[in-house]
Nanobody, 116 residues
Framework: QVQLVESGGGLVQPGGSLRLSCVAS????????MRWYRQAPGKERELVAN????????NYLDSVKGRFTISRDNAKNTVYLQMNSLKPEDTAVYYC?????????WGRGTQVTVSS
């Protein structure tokens, strides 16, 4: 059974930081492109960042460039999203996604709220 479990979300003040984690089980993690998406209320889900099995980072969503960093630890079956200089517009549910040739797996998400 494939599971992606996100954690690390919460309430943070503008300018603060959070680190999201996503632990995968039931897959050979080191073979998957991993991605972080987010979905704000009333908006479509959008791709935030992605990383190859070898750890090469792809393009980031323009609005998070220079503030967010995706990374992975294949030994721990974990992908991370370090989020710095958070803004209210970063408020969303953040989802982990594991991409393979026939589709992808999703986690249930973790809520990030940026508010004073």
């Amino acid at each position: 059974q494939v599971q992606l479990v996100e954690s690390g979300g919460g309430l943070v003040q503008p300018g603060g930081s959070l680190r999201l984690s996503c632990v995968a089980s039931g897959i050979t993690f080191s073979r998957y492109v991993m991605r972080w998406y987010r979905q704000a209320p009333g908006k479509e889900r959008e791709l935030v960042a992605n990383i190859t099995p070898a750890g090469v980072r792809g393009n980031y969503l323009d609005s998070v460039k220079g503030r967010f960093t995706i990374s992975r630890d294949n030994a721990k079956n974990t992908v991370y999203l370090q989020m710095n200089s958070l803004k209210p517009e970063d408020t969303a549910v953040y989802y982990c996604n594991a991409l393979f040739s026939a589709g992808s797996y999703w986690g249930r998400g973790t809520q990030v709220t940026v508010s004073s």
